[in-house]
């Protein structure tokens, strides 16, 4: 409020020097007095010197005043939990049991190696760390579970193929940065990044526009690479699938009028769920505390599948209410049939689903004690045979 305050005054001091400046201008070049000249000339000057001073003082606190509301995150809706982290977030409800064995379940690293299905090594000789590379039924199976998860939500969602590379402006847009500019990779010698999910392209497909809002809603899907740094993950998930610096992920985004952004989001949650439920994984939705909410959400859902080998829930989707936060910063509008406003809409983003993780889930939940994997029967028909062996 104190720099908000102080911006605003500056700003007022800037608007008068211009309009002096503007005066004494006119008056110099109008008069007819050489001396009345000179002097309107040397007040001009001082009026242009005054006026830099001012608006150098204003660049150095807007400055301050951007980095701080820049990092200010969306607030949360008044039906969010208060917590702290993960642990105090609330489970809503769970659907099938969690999937236990007669026999000692593999981890999904060592079943897949074994099956031939990935190559952890060799895609760490070709690359580096948290890099994989999925061959022979791996590769089929990833490519299986891409096309299930467009086509599961393809009536409802328009399907886009976007660049993964994206500027600054989209980031921003989206909420990452500049807040989050460390989590993600930078093309050297560009202004370019990877994106981190499509959510950052289907965002910012109406940036800087005002749409009818007889066009409202729009529902967006794409499904890509996404690339993410992960810092401050150091020691977590060292091991398999779960979390990679290049993954694969179906993203659905809508942009909505404010009034049903609520329903909206509850529809969508669905649109997730709706996956696993004919995939037949075992799974639990939360809802997340305050704590542990993303920076651009005013309300999130967390789909967690269930994982054997470590006993658990893991995160497989997210599904958020960014309110108008995203819209604020893409410019996005439309124009409120009643009152001619130009208003900002509300935007809402899911995965549906992280293909990685889904990858995970199947081989850990659909193995068998002969070791070989039974395909999930909506699965069949993409993956063309039953079992891999």
């Not at 061959?135 to 969602?157: E, H």
């Not at 989206?174 to 989050?180: C, E, L, N, R, V």
């Not at 989707?317 to 009152?339: P, V």
Request: hydrophobic fraction near 35%; charged fraction near 30%; charge should be positive.
């Amino acid at each position: 409020m104190r720099l908000e305050k102080q911006l605003s005054t500056l700003l007022r001091t800037i608007e008068k020097l211009n309009e002096q400046k503007n005066i004494n201008a006119k008056k110099a070049a109008t008069t007819e007095s050489d001396a009345q000249r000179k002097k309107l000339i040397q007040e001009g000057g001082l009026l242009r010197a005054e006026l830099e001073k001012n608006e150098a003082k204003y660049n150095e606190i807007k400055e301050d005043f951007d980095y701080i509301y820049q990092r200010i995150p969306n607030l949360p809706t008044e039906d969010v939990p208060i917590g702290k982290d993960e642990k105090e977030n609330v489970e809503m409800f769970k659907s099938r049991k969690p999937t236990f064995f007669d026999f000692k379940p593999l981890p999904h690293y060592e079943l897949a190696t074994k099956l031939e299905m990935i190559g952890l090594d060799v895609a760490s000789k070709i690359t580096g760390s948290r890099f994989s590379i999925y061959k022979k039924d791996g590769a089929r199976l990833m490519r299986a579970i891409q096309q299930f998860c467009l086509d599961v939500n393809a009536d409802k969602y328009e399907e886009y193929l976007p660049p993964v590379i994206v500027n600054k402006d989209s980031y921003y847009g989206s909420g990452q940065f500049p807040k989050f500019v460390e989590d993600v990779f930078k093309l050297e010698g560009t202004n370019y990044y990877l994106a981190s999910t499509a959510e950052v392209q289907l965002v910012n497909l109406h940036r800087n526009e005002i749409l009818k809002e007889a066009d409202l809603p729009k529902y967006y899907t794409a499904s890509t690479a996404c690339f993410r740094s992960e810092a401050g993950s150091a020691g977590k998930d060292t091991k398999g699938l779960i979390r990679q610096h290049q993954f694969y992920k179906t993203e659905l985004v809508k942009i909505v009028h404010p009034s049903t952004s609520k329903q909206e989001h509850e529809a969508m949650a669905k649109d997730a769920e709706k996956i696993l439920e004919l995939l037949e994984l075992p799974y639990r939705r939360m809802v997340l505390c305050t704590g542990d909410m993303g920076f651009s959400a005013t309300k999130t859902y967390d789909l967690e599948v269930w994982i054997p080998s470590e006993n658990k829930y893991r995160e497989i989707s997210s599904i958020s209410n960014c309110g108008d936060f995203q819209a604020r910063r893409a410019n996005i509008k439309f124009k409120d049939a009643i009152s001619k406003k130009n208003l900002y809409v509300h935007t809402l983003n899911a995965s549906a689903l992280a293909h990685d993780r889904l990858f995970v889930a199947i081989v850990e939940n659909y193995q068998q004690k002969d070791g070989s994997i039974k395909i999930p029967k909506a699965l069949v028909k993409y993956f063309g045979k039953e079992y891999i062996k």
